[in-house]
């Protein structure tokens, strides 16, 4: 499924920051859980959320998706 790879990646990405999910969801303003369930693929998650993680992981909205 589309979310399970956008999550796969994510959590790549974030893993490369050396944060931890709870690390990362405060630095973006965003529930642990929440950020923990799109990480998992268990999210439809909004482009706003999208937007929010890749300025956090200061990567672009293209890099996010790269090789998805």
């Known amino acids: 499924m589309i979310t399970e790879k956008i999550g796969n ?25 929440y950020f923990a369930s799109v990480e998992l693929g268990k999210r439809n998650i909004s482009i706003v959320n999208l937007e929010k993680i890749a300025v956090g992981l200061d990567v672009s909205l293209a890099e996010l998706f790269l090789n998805i």
């Open 9 to 33: 990646r994510i959590r790549e990405l974030r893993k490369e920051t050396g944060l931890s999910q709870e690390k990362f969801a405060a630095k973006i303003g965003m529930d642990r859980t």
